[in-house]
Structure formats: C-alpha cells, structure tokens
C-alpha cells in the first residue's frame, strides 16, 4: 500500500487528464476553424457550405442530447430549427426588431413548443413520441406554408438583417461565419460538459434503464422532459443562426426530410457525442458538395457511402473511434484497495429497535391473479428483515410495490411515520430507500464507477465537495463492496456477481435509512456470499434496515432477524427466524424436509 | 475417447483473457461440476463450447469433431444444449412455446414425441402446469429459470450444460433440480454443471474441477475436493448450522 495513489486520487486524476487533453484538443480545432475565414479569402460558395454546417451542428448537437444522452427521439429537429430560423427572418424583416431579439425570441418560442410536445408526450416515449414528433414537424410546414399572411407562405422571407455587436454590424459573410464558428464551439463545450454534469448522467440513466435509474432517484419523466427542452433550444438558436446567415428562408427548408437529415447526421457522427455530431453534421453537408463532379450518379454514391458507413459503424463514426481506442488502451485497473471509508458506515446506529416500515393489507393484482394479498408486517429500525416463499409467491412485486414502481391495489405503506403509497419511486429514494434488483439492471453503457455515482447524486442525499465528493463517495462505495478497483471498467465487462455488487453500490452511495435486496446472493459462490453476510451486518451496525429477499437459507439464518413468509401472495408465517423455518407449512411449502441438510 | 475434449483454450474479450489455456476433459455420461469464484471463466468456458464465443486459439472437440468456427446452431445439432445463466426466456411467448422451441434441433421430431416430452417437462416441473399458457415475461424469476432448463431438456441434448440452474430457486426446487439432473445423467446424458452452490454441485458430479482467473487449479473426485484445504475455505465452507 505505500505510497501507491489511493484510487479516489487516480481516478481524480484520469478525469482532470481527461479535461486537460479535451480542452487542448479544443482550443487547436478552434483556432484552427477562426483563423481560416478569416485569413483565407473564401469565395460565396464556400462561406455557404460553411455556415450551413456550422448552424446545422448547433441542432444536432440538440439531438446528441435528447438521443445519445437520453434516448429519447426526436424527428422533428427541422421544426425547432425552423421556428428560430422564422423567429428571426420575420422580427428582422417585418418587425425591424434587433437580430438579437429576434434570435432570443425564437429559442424561447422553440423552447415553449419543445417543453410542451415533451410535457405531453414524454410519459409515453418510443413510437409513440416518434409519432408525435412527425405530426408536429408536418403541422409546423403546413402552417409555414399556409398562413401567408403571417409567414409570408410558400415564397419565402427576404430581406433578413445580420447583428451588429457593440454597434459594428457584421454585415461581411466572413465575419458572420467566425460570430456561427464561434457560437458553434460554445454550445458544443456546454453540450460536452453536460455529459460529464448531474443532469448528463441522469440521463443517461434514464436511456440505460429508466426503471432503475428512477430507483435510485432519478426523475425520469422530467429528466426527459428537460432533455427534449434543450434539444429544441438548440434547433431554435441554430435556426436563428441559419436565417442571418443567409438572408433568405422558405417553408421548404424546414420539412420533415430535413428532420430526418439532421437525425442522419447525429448518428452517423455519433449520436453519443458532440464530437460526433459536428464530424456527422460537416461530413453530410461536405460529401455531397465533393461529390458533385460524379454528375448524375452522385447523390447514390452519396446515398451508399452513408449506408456502408452506418453498415459497418453502426455506433457511429466517432463512437467507432472511442470503441477503438478502448480496445487499444484497455482501462487499467484501479491500483490499491484502499479506498476511503463509506461515509454511512461513520453513521452511528440510533438507539432501539421503533417501527420503520409499516405495510397494512397491502395488496396488488394483475387482473384476476392476486400475486399479493392483503399482507401485513412491520419491520423494525437496525434489523435484517428476510422475505423468503416458493417461486412465484409474490416476493419481487411486494419490492416492487414497495420501491414504488408498482402502485398498489390496496392496504398503505408508512415508512418513518410518513405515508409512502402514493409517492413515485425517485420520491422514495429521497425519502432514503434503496433497492436493488433480481434481474441486474444496470445503466450498461456507463462506467462502473458512473453507475454509483448515480446512485450517490439523488436528492436528499447532501455531499460535500460537489461532483468530486460524490465521486469520492461512489468510490468508497466500491471499495465497501470491494470492487474499487474496477471502477473505471465498463459494467458490461463484468461477471454476474460482480454486477450484483456494483447494484449493492449503487444503492449505498445513496446512503439510504433502508435497503431492499431481492436475492443478492444468487450468483455468488460460499465464499462470496459469507463476503456478502459480513457486508450486510457492518451495514445494520450502522443503522441501515435491510429488508432481503433470498433462497439461501444458510444466508438468511445468519442474517435475519425477523421473517415473512409469503406463499400465493398471503402471509403464511411471521416472526422470529427460529420458529418461521420450524413451521410445518413453511417447511411444507418451500423448505421441503432435507432442507437444512441440503442447503449450504 | 472423451465425450468433449477442450486443450489450452485462451478466449479473449478485448485484451482482458477470460480463459488462459483451459484443458480438460469430459467422459460420456458423466456429470462434471465446474466450480470458481465469481469471474474465473466458468460461464465463458460453456460459451466457448456453444460457440458464442471464438476462442483466441486452442481446440475443442466434441465426439471427435472440432468444434471450431462451427457457430451456435450447428453446435446445438451435434447434441449440446446450453441452458445460460440469466434466463432469457422468450417474454412474448407462452411457457407452452418457450419449452418446445428447445426441440428445434431435432429436424423432423413427430408431434407426439415433443408432446411426451413436454408432457415429461411438466411433470419435472409441476409448478409450471398452471402457466402453460402464460407469457414468459409474467413469470417470477424462479419459474423462468424452471422453463429455462426444461428448454435445455428439450433438445434432448448428448450433453447438458447448465450454467447455475438454482440461481433464484427456492430450496424445495433446487432439491428437485437436482434430482432432475440426476435423472437426466442416469438416461445416458453428459451433464456439465456451472454452479455456485458446491454442495448441491458436489453431490451428485463424479468429478469437479476448479477454475481461478481462467485458469484450471485443482480437480479430482467430490471425496479429493472436500479434502483439499483451499478448495474447501474459497468454495465449500465449514458446515454452518448452528454457528453465527
């Protein structure tokens, strides 16, 4: 252990290399692409192409976070982009407004519409939000087609006014192009930053694993909703952008086969990245103008450089890159276990043993099957509760009711004097329960140590220091489970047990008051598992109630103080572990008789 | 002759090595437990035998013919069924279909031998009767992991590899798993049987052998791996009955 780096500083360091190695790749590219307009005389044509692609990359970069980082589609980008591009072509050429309130009245307007289309049609995702977002994207190109009087219909605006800054106008192309370039790399760092932020990781949470990621605190629904908001923000400014840029816009410009173009460039770049998106947005503007000397057949030989690449990149051409350079430099391990000590184990156990959950006839039926039927218990601060009953017998959807993701039939839940029934689960988690899962689930495209960190940022859950204490606080997380030295890992690459722990984690950097765990034994050998007891019982000296589902009797004697047996959805037994596993209908229904000769 | 023969297999996820030059052999009718702690390349080892994974170089050889580059659905045809940990039962399928689809190996199977089969697969598994006719995706975990090995059972397979069959099961089913495997191995099924519960797995193999980081460290008989010190700290435990 001497004088190797505790992991908390080397994974503090990989991350500021990380940021360093950014930011100066950065700072080349952009002085780069600023000095070129400016010191190159570029002809009409060329400043065109340019601006198109970069106000173009401001929208898809609206895409990398309403897809790559929240999984969420979008097919009508084109209309959030048109509303800023009429916002200003209109508050310019027909109300002689400024450039800049045009343009911020556009992206508030793409803004408003955004959080609307999201606010309605977010809790339903998947086709139906690709549904939605179509009939949006075709009623917007109606109404800019149609309402002439407003929007000057099919012929278009003309006669779009460029800012002026600090009373300079920017009325030179060359100058505009830099004012877009510029725009460009600042929305891009933020889009970059937000990935690395809270809300970036709640996100891609909620793309992951939206069940999961609303255990351990997420708000989904909103999370979405704020992600769809910003992607429209995005198309709004870039919009905006666009029309100063070329003094002319149609209704035409803004259809659905835009939409789709910008939903190609996203992932054809990567939809994971902004990297991505600027590469995607400047290679489908530049091939098809490069190619043009191909006459007749260019746009096919276009149209089959687009599908070979997506054929053979299906992540894209940036996350083809990054999956690359993981295969070259695999992540190193963590050096040195030892990790800081988990802030909840430096928590002292309150004094007594006062009810902490109370469940009252709870009950939950799938149509006619009662898979929980009017059960009632009582589990107690500072103990190991064990829910154990033959396969089937309701055990995952009574955790389910009580993490929330299930609402109940009837009966009512308190949890420290509080009624807990009707609350989401990202509200229970803030009322400090934790849970894990049967069936692992994961957040798998994240790195094991982002996976706890989710876990760390839920609200109640006050950590000093910001994101550096929650990283800290997910790595000592790890370390209680002893996997701190996986911690930059991808999950995916891990074993079956090992996942298990990493959901153990997740759950404690949340410093929950109590933990649910469906069977968090399975998959884990003797020696593991008696890892696993030891674990368990550090936590309840420490004030954690830990309520366990499992079917290793040797692990539930040891632990539990206090078992509930279910079987077809009823209480059948419940008390003290000595005399449940004694009972004749306990043993009957699920023990059988070699069952303590026969489990180990 | 072995039944299924692996010599010096390395696979290989990216550059991290799951298996580094795994040997060993399989006799017909056996039952051989694999046991290792969590990452030592069991699961990987049954993968690279089923043909999900290529391995990076060594041979495998099941009844005298290599299995390489053979993929998946031929594998299943010379007679191995894999029965992965995990589940993965169909969950838009009933119970009904998820079993029967494990017989999709025997071409030209009549009717009414799948239906004895299946019949067969309920009276094994008579919690699972009641549901023949639900969706996969309704059951609890414990019975998808019973319509998971009653699959396996299905293609009536020369080789049964199980990875973990009482993961999620209560204790009377992980007696009657057992006894089912028992059973199979007794009709002249080779079983190969991943599984955490060393006890369980030590009872009914005839022979065991013990991975560490993809590596093979011990193996022997049952009687040779209850005796030896490590195998018994890592994998077996004291017996635990009334202590603690």
């Known amino acids: ?600 | 002759m072995p039944l299924l023969e692996l010599d010096s297999v390395v696979v290989a996820y990216g550059k991290v090595e799951a298996l580094r030059g795994l040997t060993l052999q399989v006799e017909e009718g056996e039952i051989i437990a694999l046991l290792g702690s969590n990452g030592a390349g069991k699961s990987t080892t049954l993968r690279s035998i089923s043909g999900l994974v290529e391995p990076r170089s060594g041979t495998l050889r099941f009844a005298d013919r290599a299995l390489a580059r053979l993929g998946p659905e031929s594998i299943v045809r010379l007679g191995i069924a894999h029965v992965p940990e995990g589940r993965r039962v169909f969950p838009g399928l009933t119970v009904r279909e998820n079993i029967v689809l494990g017989a999709s190996n025997r071409r030209r199977a009549p009717k009414a031998e799948v239906a004895a089969d299946l019949e067969r697969m309920f009276a094994t598994f008579p919690e699972l009767r009641p549901f023949a006719d639900a969706l996969g995706w309704t059951l609890s975990g414990g019975q998808q992991q019973m319509v998971a090995i009653a699959r396996g059972l299905m293609s009536r397979p020369r080789l049964l590899m199980l990875d973990e069959p009482s993961l999620g099961l209560a204790p009377l089913i992980v007696q009657q798993v057992f006894r089912v495997i028992a059973d199979i191995r007794a009709n002249g099924t080779t079983v190969l049987l991943v599984e955490q519960n060393a006890h369980m797995a030590l009872s009914i193999a005839d022979r065991g052998y013990v991975l560490e980081t993809g590596r093979l460290v011990v193996q022997g008989k049952p009687a040779e791996l209850w005796n030896n010190e490590d195998v018994r700290a890592a994998y077996l435990g004291g017996r635990v009955t009334s202590a603690a």
């Open chain 1, 1 to 600: 252990m001497s004088g190797a780096p505790a992991p908390a500083t080397v994974v503090a360091t990989l991350a500021a290399r990380r940021e360093r190695r950014g930011w100066i790749l950065f700072a080349i590219a952009a002085i780069a692409t600023l000095a070129l307009p400016l010191a190159v005389p570029l002809q009409a044509y060329h400043l065109n192409i340019l601006m198109q692609a970069s106000t173009y990359a401001i929208a898809v970069f609206g895409l990398t976070i309403v897809l790559g980082y929240a999984g969420q589609i979008n097919l009508a980008q084109a209309a959030f982009f048109g509303i800023g591009a009429y916002s200003v072509a209109l508050g310019t050429a027909t109300y002689a407004m400024s450039f800049w309130v045009a343009l911020a009245i556009g992206t508030a307007v793409a803004a408003v519409a955004g959080a609307a289309l999201g606010l309605t049609s977010l809790r339903l995702g998947g086709h139906y939000l690709a549904m939605v977002t179509i009939s949006f994207q075709t009623i917007l190109s109606l109404v800019l087609a149609n309402w002439v009087s407003f929007t000057r219909g099919p012929d278009g605006v003309t006669g779009i006014q460029r800012p002026s800054i600090l009373g300079h106008p920017i009325a030179d192309s060359s100058h505009y192009l830099v004012l877009c370039i510029v725009a460009l790399y600042i929305v891009g760092y933020l889009v970059w930053r937000l990935g690395h932020s809270r809300l970036g990781r709640s996100m891609q949470a909620v793309r992951d694993n939206e069940l999961a990621a609303g255990v351990v605190g997420v708000n989904a629904y909103a999370t979405k909703v704020i992600a769809f908001t910003l992607s429209a923000v995005l198309g709004g400014f870039g919009g905006g952008l666009f029309a100063g840029g070329f003094a002319y816009v149609s209704p035409d410009q803004f259809s659905f086969n835009e939409s789709v173009v910008f939903l190609t460039m996203a992932l054809l770049g990567g939809v994971r990245s902004p990297f991505g998106a600027a590469l995607g947005t400047a290679l489908l503007i530049l091939l098809p103008e490069s190619l043009r000397f191909l006459k007749a057949v260019y746009l096919a030989v276009y149209g089959c450089a687009v599908i070979l690449i997506m054929v053979f990149m299906p992540e894209g051409i940036w996350g083809w890159f990054s999956a690359l350079k993981r295969r070259l430099r695999p992540v190193q391990p963590v050096v040195n276990d030892a990790a800081p000590p988990l802030p909840l184990t430096s928590r002292t156990a309150q004094a007594g043993d006062a009810v902490l959950l109370e469940v009252k006839t709870l009950s939950k039926h799938f149509g006619g099957l009662k898979a929980v039927d009017q059960v009632s218990f009582t589990v107690r601060a500072n103990t190991v509760h064990a829910l154990i009953g033959p396969n089937g017998s309701g055990k995952t959807t009574l955790l389910n009711v009580l993490s929330g993701i299930y609402v109940p039939t009837g009966g009512e839940m308190i949890f420290e004097h509080r009624p807990i029934t009707r609350l989401k689960p990202h509200e229970r988690a803030a009322n400090g329960i934790g849970r894990t899962f049967q069936n692992i689930r994961l957040f798998t495209a994240m790195s094991v140590i982002d996976n706890v960190i989710v876990g760390a940022q839920r609200h109640g859950n006050e950590v000093e220091g910001g994101d550096a204490g929650r990283r800290d606080l997910a790595l000592a997380a790890l370390g209680f489970v002893g996997l701190a030295s996986r911690a930059l890992d991808s999950v995916q690459g891990l074993s079956y047990g090992h996942q298990r722990l990493v959901e153990i984690a997740r759950a404690l950097a949340g410093n929950p008051r109590m933990l649910l765990l469906d069977e968090p034994g399975a998959g884990l050998n003797h020696h593991e598992k008696q890892e696993l007891v030891g674990l368990l019982k550090r936590l309840r000296g420490h004030g954690l109630t830990i309520f366990i589902i499992d079917h290793d009797m040797n692990l539930v004697e040891q632990l539990a103080d206090h078992i509930t047996v279910l079987n077809f959805g009823r209480r059948i037994a419940d008390g003290a572990p000595a005399e449940v596993l004694r009972h004749p209908e306990v043993i009957k229904a699920y023990l059988g008789e070699e069952a303590h000769r026969a489990v180990a």
